[in-house]
């Protein structure tokens, strides 16, 4: 705490730390070379930490500081708001403002760059350049500083533990996506296990990439050096023992104690008292003050952490008048030398130096003058209905069902704005000021559900407990089925109960909630007929309000995963471009590109799902997970598997960012498949290994997923018992749900060629039949390819080539309808096969050569070298193969190359992916590297030709 009056008058302004200074030193070096770093300061209160980071931010040109605010804690991105000066638009999730940070980073460098050039240009201006004032303790330690080191812009988030958890979720957001950036990131934490941490950035700041620095107390050695040397040796080693070296609580308990600590610490035989509380000291210091001064700052404790001038000034206490502008800076100068307030020169804030410094003085005021100054504060804030509201409720001093009335209000107001965190706030502060049982419990259901929508309900059973405590009514049922999802038969029983005890008439908010969360939990199930009928029922009830996002897109799919695909699609209406989309029509366009790729107009998905994703920058993440999750389905159907892979990683990465990953469970099946069918096992292996996991939980829809994944994977690699572990209990769950239907994933002829190749033909036909037949009924191209082949393969293995040929043949019709290439080529090599093993080379040659095309152009390897085999029995000689240029590029270099060859700049590119600017930076030098290319045009022309 380097500001306190003990440090100023022993003539000290910051003492020790070298080698954590030295370790903050050598990362600004990588950072300044263009290696993002990230630090993690962790230390119990008092230990210098804040101290530790200023001084080092004076070795720094460019530094965007914010401190945890616990006033503040329940504000959504207030913190983040005030590290941008105030700046934001409405981020409607983490993600959306982690980017708003990536473009205040990328702005801050641009920046840094363009001062320090000029800097250069002007030479010397006889002052010491940043990094000479570390000298001494980089070359202590090694570190390597030079003139580059000046360019870095640190981002430091002070008192992490209080700062509210949405924008800590953008931070981790943000950080995560600098890949090149000369960005340095100092995450400043009482301890980084503390609960009120988000788990992503927790994973974030204890990974094996990130700087620890775990600081202590300080030695004897600094100890004396803090208290401007007065001390023996002897003494100090009793004060290091007695205070664990806290600079803190020794610099307190100087303060407070004198000469008489002094004398006590040179005798053994004396003990040395304990430090005094923190508010002691503060206290003393506040007394000190004039009147005016101590006004002002008890009025800036009422405010919260920081506030303006001007409002403390506004605020503070009739005794004596409120002071004139000349008296509140004055006022102010002296709660300044005083260690009670701080201001900076150029922002019209003030702010305490330290929570506990704004604890000491808020708890001192009293009930009478506390209440007195909250009412008068919440008639200050007479145009912001929120801030007065605050105000109030913080006056309270007893029951008050009116106030408790307003603050529901606003709960339930911000709760459809989808602000559930600041809704939460408002309607638990509801709870605590009625003494009607009734309204207590109906408040608190309604802040527990908006804890569940906001992701913040660490403990679900306790939850569950404190719920299941309640009366029993239909929103209580309605919340524990709400918290049972992952236990289906409880929540299936649940939300019954509730529905039974509700009133759809004269309750339709809780009728298209119950709704919605029937639905939800049969899609869940993959029993798409009940997940339409309640969803569609959830949006004739209150459309509005059903609290599940997606409603429509649920009401849709669920039609078409029932078989009635074409039903749907003719049901809606004519829908707008997606960039004059509102987000209900956004949501339709969704549900039409996945019924389009379930129907099998696979371009039409495309198209659909490209636009979608485009301008769904402003939703939720979950919904742009969904959206990348479809349109990575639909491009692996289509072929285009370079994109499917892009937008798998698109929405892999922001699942994890939101500490959500059991949302992109199906995309980790579209990526295993992707994998596998490129011969990339090891990776198709991990992402079915986590649906894996996730199916053990017993939702229908894992189980499925993981055993496509795992199936998909034992085909590539030619394992056919394996094919039939994975699949073969699949047909035991056929009337569980409709994920057999003609247009989603296929597996039952993967099933039946297996069993083919193993020789069952019994097994393998009884797996088809079911598939030949949905097929014909809905008239399905690709199903009918499908089946066709299949069924080809099984009647060549049954010794019937004529009805083999006629299967093929068949297929072969069915294919001319499809966009599904990788599927022609697998019957391609099927029916080359078929053909060669008769003795039709000729023939055979013919459909293994269009076989090989695509299988090349897809570069879907496995399949391939069958395919060259197969044309070397032939006595064809395999054409050489030219690896492909992208084949080079990681799923992100493609995203960054593809946006650019669309004619988009670095700051475009940036803005689309996600990521920073110099990340595009770094990722295009790469890009250029590996493809041999030397500008943006050269780059276009090697994927086209690709292509």
């Known amino acids: 705490m380097r500001t306190t009056a003990v440090a100023r008058r022993c003539g000290v302004d910051f003492v020790g730390r070298r080698t954590a200074l030295a370790t903050l030193a050598h990362a600004r070096h990588l950072a300044s070379e263009g290696r993002p770093q990230s630090v993690l300061v962790q230390g119990p209160a008092g230990i210098g930490k804040t101290a530790l980071v200023r001084e080092f931010l004076t070795t720094v040109d460019r530094a965007l500081l914010v401190d945890g605010d616990e006033a503040e804690a329940q504000l959504t991105f207030g913190l983040l708001e005030r590290l941008l000066d105030g700046q934001r638009t409405r981020w409607v999730d983490p993600p959306a403002a982690g980017a708003a940070l990536l473009e205040a980073l990328d702005e801050a460098q641009d920046n840094e760059a363009q001062g320090n050039e000029a800097q250069d240009n002007e030479g010397g201006t006889g002052t010491p350049a940043p990094d000479e004032r570390v000298t001494a303790f980089d070359e202590a330690q090694g570190a390597q500083t030079g003139a580059a080191d000046g360019h870095v812009v640190a981002l430091v988030v002070d008192d992490a533990q209080w700062a509210d958890p949405a924008s800590l979720q953008a931070l981790a957001f943000a950080v995560r996506r600098l890949r090149a950036d000369r960005v340095l990131t100092l995450l400043v934490v009482r301890d980084i296990d503390d609960a009120r941490l988000p788990d992503g950035l927790r994973r974030l700041f204890t990974a094996d990439t990130t700087t620890r620095i775990d600081l202590d107390g300080l030695d004897t050695v600094e100890l004396r050096e803090l208290t401007g040397g007065g001390l023996t040796a002897r003494a100090a080693a009793r004060l290091r023992a007695h205070t664990a070296g806290n600079p803190l609580h020794t610099l307190a308990l100087l303060e407070q104690e004198g000469p008489e600590l002094l004398l006590a610490l040179e005798r053994s035989d004396m003990a040395p008292p304990a430090p005094k509380s923190f508010t002691a000291l503060v206290l003393a210091r506040l007394r000190a003050c004039t009147p005016g001064a101590e006004a002002l700052v008890s009025a800036a404790s009422v405010l919260g952490m920081q506030c303006t001038l001007d409002d403390a000034a506004a605020l503070a206490d009739g005794t004596p008048p409120r002071p004139c502008p000349a008296e509140a800076s004055q006022a102010l100068e002296e709660a300044v030398r005083a260690g009670l307030l701080t201001e900076r020169p150029g922002v019209q804030l003030i702010r305490f130096p330290h929570p506990l410094v704004h604890a000491a003085v808020y708890h001192q005021l009293g009930p009478s003058r506390r209440t007195t100054l909250h009412l008068r504060a919440a008639a200050l804030y007479g145009a912001d209905p929120a801030g007065a509201l605050r105000h109030r409720a913080a006056a309270a001093t007893g029951p008050d069902p009116a106030l408790a009335a307003d603050l529901a209000a606003l709960g339930r107001r911000l709760a459809a704005e989808g ?24 408040y608190t259901l309604e802040e527990v559900e908006c804890r569940i929508l906001a992701g913040d309900v660490p403990d679900v059973a306790e939850a569950a407990r404190e719920l299941g405590t309640f009366a029993a009514t239909g929103w209580r049922s309605y919340l524990l089925g709400r918290l049972s999802l992952f236990d289906i038969d409880r929540a299936e029983r649940l939300l019954r109960d509730a529905w039974r005890q509700c009133d759809p008439q004269g309750e339709p908010v809780l009728a298209a909630r119950i709704a919605g969360q029937f639905a939800a939990l049969y899609g869940s199930m993959a029993r798409g007929a009940e997940m339409a009928e309640w969803a569609g029922l959830a949006l004739r009830t209150a459309p509005d309000d059903t609290a599940t996002d997606m409603i429509r897109y649920l009401a849709l799919i669920g039609r078409a995963m029932s078989g009635d695909a074409a039903g749907a699609l003719a049901a809606l209406p004519k829908l707008p471009d997606p960039a004059l989309a509102s987000p209900a029509e956004l949501e339709e366009l969704l549900a039409r590109g996945g019924l389009r790729e379930i129907a099998g107009d696979v371009r039409g998905a495309v198209a659909d799902l490209t636009g979608v994703f485009a301008h769904c920058q402003g939703r939720a993440a979950s919904f742009r997970v969904l959206t990348a999750t479809a349109l990575a389905s639909a491009e692996y159907r289509a072929g285009r598997w370079d994109d499917a892979l892009v937008h798998c990683e698109f929405a892999l990465t922001l699942a994890a960012d939101t500490d959500q990953p059991h949302i992109a469970l199906y995309c980790r099946t579209i990526a295993a498949l992707l994998h596998s069918a490129r011969g990339s096992f090891g990776k198709a292996a991990a992402d079915a290994r986590v649906v894996r996991e996730y199916a053990a939980l017993g939702h229908l829809n894992p189980v499925v997923w993981a055993s496509l994944a795992e199936a ?127 003795g039709q080379r000729k023939r055979a040659g013919a459909q293994l050569g269009k076989a090989r095309e695509l299988l090349g152009r897809l570069d879907a390897r496995p399949d391939l070298e069958r395919c060259e085999r197969e044309l070397a029995a032939c006595g064809l000689q395999p054409a050489e193969r030219r690896a492909r240029e992208s084949a080079l590029l990681t799923p992100q270099e493609l995203a960054v190359a593809s946006h650019v060859v669309r004619g988009l700049t670095n700051r475009q590119v940036a803005r689309e992916l996600v990521i920073s600017v110099k990340t595009v930076e770094y990722h295009l030098g790469r890009i250029f590297s590996k493809l041999g290319v030397d500008s943006r045009t050269r780059l276009a022309a090697v994927l086209a030709a690709e292509q």
């Open 712 to 838: 998909h994977l034992a085909r590539a690699q030619g394992r056919h018992e394996e094919v039939a572990a994975a699949l073969d209990p699949l047909l035991a769950l056929d009337g569980r749900g409709d994920f057999a239907e003609p247009g989603s994933l296929p597996w039952a002829d993967v099933l039946a060629d297996a069993w083919t190749a193993l020789d069952d033909h019994k097994r393998a036909a009884s797996a088809l039949a079911p598939c030949e037949t949905a097929a014909v009924q809905r008239g399905h191209h690709g199903a009918l390819l499908l089946a066709a082949r299949a069924r080809g393969a099984l009647e060549a293995a049954r010794g019937d080539p004529a009805a083999a040929e006629r299967s093929f043949r068949l297929a072969l019709k069915h294919a001319e309808h499809v966009e599904i290439p990788f599927d022609r080529a697998l019957l391609h090599l099927a029916y080359g096969q078929f053909l060669r093993r008769t």
């Open 419 to 442: 602000a559930w965190v600041s809704a939460a706030a408002r309607l638990g502060a509801a709870a605590r000021l009625v003494k009607d049982r009734t309204a207590y419990e109906r």
